[in-house]
């Protein structure tokens, strides 16, 4: 029998987002996207927040009994047996209900490893990862943000982010389904200590700098020194100098950027918010990496970010020099 911290271990310790794999709580209005000001929209303190797991054989009915506690009815008909784990939120209570892991023949989420599979109100996901953009006040993060789970770009006058956001946005991975649940964060300084509480369970960062402002590029080391201080010692880090489509105005040459990358061991792009460029790899490699580190298969290669982007990004900036 496998441990419930094993299971937890598998990028799902910290899932206490609003979010509910059953589908229906008092939550679910904030499943897809939110938006917390300054402080979290929960109704609930989550100092005072709690987890009850439930536990058992399989079939002796805890899937039924948290779907009757969230929903207040019975799943009838046959029984289909709970693979990993499932939560769900209800004001005070966060429930979780745990099983063996069924290694049912033929089961893809079994054969690829111990992951969970789960739904969100409307999208199928097996393992989920919380991602966080971070960098100066009008680096591009929001429209970066937009860009990938959109695929439009926001133009106009610039709106600073108040406080902090998130997106939810399932790609598919090695025939697994990632969701990533995206945190768009303000840049500014005045946010600075409620974003910090966000970093702790953020299992990947993307730290962007405009190359047409040398100050966000500056900042970076900055940004380094906080993501050190308040993260998990093994989050993923990309960074990313966005705005590679302003060639005319670039002041941070695409060498420095790789220099600065490869200083701090990170891996690196150039992206564009406006025209794509690069996003969707961003993100895609983020998800693989993080994938790989949580359902590795014993005779899988290790996966290396640094070379799944080289061989992927475009040099949009090719023709850009200083
Ligand atoms: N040309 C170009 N403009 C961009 C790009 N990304 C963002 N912008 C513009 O830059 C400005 C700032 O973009 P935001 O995405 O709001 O910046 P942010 O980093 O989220 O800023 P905060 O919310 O204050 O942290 C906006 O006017 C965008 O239209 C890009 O890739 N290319």
């Given amino acids: 029998m496998e441990s419930i911290s094993e299971h937890q271990t598998a990028g799902h310790s910290e899932m206490v987002y609003p979010d509910s794999a059953y589908g229906s709580s008092a939550m679910d209005t904030d499943t897809e996207d939110g938006q917390i000001l300054s402080t ?6 989550e100092e005072l927040m709690h987890k009850t797991i439930l ?4 079939g002796v009915g805890k899937t039924s009994l948290l779907v009757q506690f969230d929903q207040g009815k019975f799943i009838p008909g046959s ?5 990993g784990i499932g939560f769900t939120v209800r004001a005070s209570v966060v429930a979780l209900v745990v099983n063996i892991i069924q290694r049912a023949n033929g089961d893809p989420a079994c054969s690829s490893g111990d992951i969970i599979r789960c739904a969100s109100t409307n999208e199928y996901f097996d393992i989920a990862f919380k991602v966080m953009l971070l960098g100066d006040s009008a680096v591009g993060k929001t429209c970066f943000l937009v860009q990938f789970k959109d695929g439009a770009f926001l133009a106009g006058s610039f709106i600073a982010t108040v406080g902090i956001d998130f997106r939810n946005k399932v790609v598919t991975v090695d025939n697994v389904k990632v969701k990533l649940q995206i945190w768009d964060t303000a840049g500014q300084e005045r946010f600075r200590s409620v974003t910090h ?7 990947a960062l993307l730290l962007l700098y405009d190359i047409t402002s040398k100050s966000s590029f500056d900042n970076i080391r900055a940004w380094l020194t906080e993501i050190h201080e308040y993260a998990q010692k093994d989050v993923v ?4 100098g966005n705005k590679s489509d302003m060639a005319n105005e670039r002041v941070i040459k695409r060498e420095e950027g790789e220099k600065l990358a490869r200083e701090y061991g990170v891996p690196f792009m150039e992206t564009s918010a406006k025209t794509g460029v690069n996003v969707e790899l961003a993100f895609l490699a983020v998800a693989k990496e993080l994938k790989h580190r949580a359902v590795h298969q014993p005779n899988e290669p290790k996966f290396q970010i640094h070379d799944y982007i080289e061989s ?10 200083l």
Wanted: net charge negative; charged share 20%; aromatic share 14%.
């Fill in 79 to 83: 029984f289909s047996a709970t693979v």
């Fill in 40 to 45: 979290s929209t929960s109704s609930y303190d």
């Fill in 312 to 321: 992927q990004k475009e040099k949009s900036s090719c023709c850009s020099f």
């Fill in 55 to 58: 536990v058992g054989d399989s």
């Fill in 237 to 240: 880090i990309m960074l990313l």
């Fill in 197 to 203: 509480a966000y970093y702790r369970d953020a299992q």
